[in-house]
RNA sequence: GCUCUCGUGGCGGAAUUGGCAUACGCGCGGCGCUUAGAACGCCGUCCCGCAAGGGUUAGAGGUUCAAAUCCUCUCGAGAGCACCA
């Protein structure tokens, strides 16, 4: 059977109709918003794409045969840095080599036979998409959610751009693996620091998968802890800083401050041996992330001789040191360091010989605490700590910042590890920043009115070894007016990083041709926020994080009225290639879908994919299965003939009943993305069903239909139209199970002994103890299986389940 | 180092969430159909045992009438973060 033949009349048919065509309203029916993340224009579409659109379309088809108006947009996340390389790569312009790819993969994803709207279709690098894109940077910018400045940023020598920090894996470029350096460079940033408290808290209520609502938590980082004032002897100087373990304060032996700190500038503190403390920034600024993390077990420092911090709670002086295992960004960039209960303090002051002074103890009130051979960080009781000694750290920490309070000295504080989000580009193949910079006037942002800021069709767009974007060199670009006073002045060169374009674009979906507004806010209304979105796992930092921010801003800006862009969440597991590893060009190891769809057709391939295991699991790539689906498919085909051939029918009441079981079932796997066990649900009703084939009429047949229909919507509609109905299969509904039909009469009561299996009886449903007790107590099994000196201790029952007898 | 997943036949994986372990599919074996094969159909297929029966969810303990499922440790695989004070 020809199957491809089917699939491409069907499509065809699809395709004139408009049958996907969405509405924005129609009246009694609940508007359903269902995203899958869109693609990113690569080149061709590989089977980690099916498997993120295949599995998410039988959702959508069944949610709309359900009853829901559904609407399921595509698009394509156009600009970005991977794009731009491969068409340097190939000498072609990021460009052509773009929308090249957009056509060969829009056609790839028409052969899926999706239920998607092409009409909404988007392209982030579009003039029509992205100046909503810069609007979207200019409203940020108006409140004030957006500045410029220049500090050592993760810069690529080999994408020779800026990352944003979360782009940074363990010290190397997401994109080309290079080892990212720090390097002194003007950049705009979005402050997602102002929101890191509303991120993290919203988390909560969402309906994400647990692990990816932990990673953003942990990425968020919220710590809560006190920030303390040292002052430095004979000076007006005071060095401030973070901790978390205020408790172990009368530990703290040494002060240490991040190369970056402020202070350490032009020698404003006064050190003697400045010359050396230069040195050791200067070192310090060229090593990378990932030199400062190898270095992590060797850890280095140089004393600030001259002065000394003084500790408040006991006035000892104490020194204070440079040392580049404190971080800049983060806190105050200095720390108090107690080496006996903090590692890093440990290694530090063993190397440099300081003092380790122990202040919590397991002991207490015993006077000897054991030898530290590393840091202690477990609980325990203050020892040596003045009037706090003898109390829990919990307890101190609450008792220590009221002095602080009191003293004023300090105060409770709380921190974030999120930092503020990079956006800026020194790339080519971008959404321009909308920025002009005017001699008289200075920062300009470009009027709303003259959006959007075009990218120009330039003919050198190589990056650039100096830190500028290839923009720089278009002089046409560059010059223009400043818009307010009239003056040659000359446009920002750099462009946005592309999880900007991504952070919004599911807004545009609703109303994806608007010229005059990102979207308006009827049609913003009937399908925001998403019901359900569907993408990868390795996003959950990066931009499902984004797409949070922006959101909330946009709901604190009164655009939209709610907070949250997707309330409910699932990941696709990532399919690897046959040999375990994850699939890419250079390996050889990825899989054509193409090829797939030839041989065995869509709605094998689409049905394979979701029969292979859990959706959000996924795996090495194994086709040994897809047999299996490819016969199931030829026995759906053939049992036409069932229903052709059928003399008489005899009604059947286990057939009946097995028919609303598997409504049911499928109905719940579906609704739960458990596709695997709703296809397999499937298979048992048809393997029952060609058992008895006379008892299978043509409501019975029209039913399994519309349980196939999400699964396999081409061959499903062939054959509901080979029984002359005139409507698609897709515009019916759901099939509902009869609960009274499901129940069984009998049961398989399980009879154990101590918990062990000894008899299984075939009774009535709904019996209560006292018969099912009697009936395993008569069994000969039973019987012969307890001794006569043996006594029943007690009985367990589970209705319509077991009955265990414990001896 | 920290945070978090996961480990079930030869393979992909089920198990109503603590109540019959191995559904469904692949593969394999046997039989049928066939001149033969392919395709298809039927039967079998966790391990030991002729059987009665016993054992089995990476391994070892524990909780429970009852554990693949909960707890502790060990081993192994994967993901994310990584000097965050």
Not at 236 to 261: Q, S, W
Not at 403 to 408: C, F, I, P, T, V
Not at 662 to 677: G, H, P, R
Request: proline share 5%; aromatic share 12%; with cysteine.
């Amino acid at each position: 059977m020809d199957f491809g033949k089917i699939e491409k009349k069907w499509q065809k048919i699809w395709k004139a109709k408009k049958f996907y065509k969405t509405k924005d309203k129609i009246s009694g029916k609940k508007n359903f918003y269902h995203l899958v993340m869109f693609p990113y224009p690569s080149g061709n579409l590989h089977i980690g794409h099916w498997y993120n659109f295949a599995p998410s379309d039988i959702f959508a088809r069944f949610k709309k045969m359900s009853g829901f108006n559904i609407l399921s947009p595509i698009g394509f996340d156009a600009f970005g840095l991977p794009a731009e390389n491969a068409a340097i790569k190939r000498n072609i312009h990021p460009k052509d080599w773009t929308y090249k790819n957009i056509k060969t993969m829009s056609k790839q994803l028409e052969s899926m036979g999706n239920m998607y709207d092409w009409s909404r279709e988007i392209i982030t690098a579009d003039p029509q998409y992205y100046k909503w894109t810069q609007w979207m940077f200019l409203q940020l910018y108006k409140k004030g959610l957006v500045y410029k400045k220049k500090a050592p940023a993760n810069w690529c020598p080999k994408c020779h751009t800026v990352l944003a920090n979360e782009q940074v894996i363990s010290g190397q470029c997401e994109r080309c693996d290079s080892q990212v350096i720090q390097r002194e460079i003007e950049q705009w940033l979005f402050k997602i620091t102002d929101y890191a408290d509303k991120l993290l808290k919203d988390l909560d209520d969402l309906d994400w998968p647990e692990k990816t609502k932990t990673m953003q938590r942990n990425w968020i980082g919220k710590s809560e802890g006190t920030e303390i004032e040292f002052k430095i002897n004979d000076s007006e100087f005071k060095i401030n800083i973070f901790t978390t373990r205020l408790d172990t304060i009368f530990g703290c032996t040494y002060l240490v401050m991040a190369p970056e700190h402020s202070l350490l500038k032009n020698n404003k503190l006064g050190i003697n041996n400045y010359e050396e403390v230069k040195n050791y920034l200067d070192q310090a600024k060229n090593k990378s992330d990932l030199q400062r993390t190898e270095l992590q077990k060797n850890k280095t420092g140089v004393e600030l001789k001259g002065i000394k911090a003084i500790n408040p709670f006991n006035n000892e002086e104490i020194p204070v040191y440079v040392a580049d295992y404190v971080l800049g960004y983060y806190g105050t960039g200095a720390v108090m360091a107690v080496p006996a209960h903090d590692q890093r303090d440990f290694e530090f002051a063993k190397k440099y010989k300081l003092p380790i002074k122990q202040v919590i103890c397991q002991n207490y009130p015993s006077p000897i605490c054991p030898i530290l051979e590393k840091a202690f960080t477990e609980n325990g009781h203050l020892v040596d700590s003045k009037n706090f000694t003898g109390l829990t750290p919990q307890k101190a920490r609450e008792e220590m910042a009221n002095w602080l309070e009191k003293n004023k000295v300090g105060k409770k504080n709380i921190n974030y590890k999120i930092r503020d989000w990079l956006v800026s580009r020194q790339r080519y193949w971008g959404a321009p920043i909308p920025i002009i910079y005017c001699d008289k006037c200075g920062i300009i942002p470009v009027p709303e009115k003259n959006l959007p800021v075009k990218l120009p069709n330039v003919k050198n767009y190589l990056p650039t070894e100096e830190g500028k974007s290839p923009l720089a060199h278009s002089k046409k670009f560059i010059n223009t007016k400043c818009p307010q006073c009239g003056a040659q002045a000359k446009r920002e060169t750099d462009t946005m990083d592309t999880f900007v374009c991504s952070s919004w674009y599911y807004l545009r979906y609703a109303d994806p041709n608007n010229s005059k507004k990102f979207a308006d806010p009827k049609k913003i209304k009937a399908w925001l926020p998403v019901n359900m979105y569907i993408g990868g796992a390795e996003h959950s930092v990066l931009h499902l994080l984004y797409a949070r921010f922006l959101t909330k801003v946009l709901y604190d800006l009164k655009f939209i009225n709610f907070k949250e862009p997707f309330a409910s969440l699932k990941h696709q597991g990532i399919i690897l290639g046959p040999d375990g590893q994850k699939m890419s060009k250079s390996r050889g190891n990825v899989i054509d879908p193409d090829e797939l769809v030839r041989q065995f057709g869509s709605d094998c391939v689409r049905m394979y994919l979701a029969f292979m295991g859990q959706y959000d699991q996924g795996g090495p790539w194994n086709p040994t299965g897809i047999l299996g689906i490819k016969r199931f498919l030829e026995r759906i085909w053939n049992s036409k003939n069932i229903i052709k051939n059928q003399k008489s029918w005899v009604k059947n009441a286990d057939i009946e009943k097995l028919f609303h079981q598997t409504i049911k079932k499928v109905s719940e796997d579906i609704e739960n993305f458990q596709f695997n066990t709703a296809i397999s649900a499937l298979m048992v009703l048809l393997n029952e069903v060609e058992k008895h084939k006379n008892s299978l009429s043509i409501s019975h047949y029209s039913l399994f239909l519309k349980l196939l229909a999400p699964f396999a919507p081409h061959l499903s509609e062939e054959l509901w139209q080979k029984l002359e109905n005139k409507k698609s299969i897709h515009l019916e509904s759901w099939p509902k199970y009869n609960p009274e039909l499901i129940k069984e009469k009998e049961f398989e009561l399980i009879i154990q002994i101590n918990g062990k299996i000894k008899d299984k009886m075939f009774v009535n449903s709904g019996i209560s103890q006292q018969k099912a007790q009697e009936i395993a107590l008569n069994s000969e099994k039973i019987k012969s299986a307890i001794s006569p000196d043996q006594k029943i201790k007690k009985i367990i029952f589970v209705p319509d389940k077991l009955i265990n007898i414990v001896i």
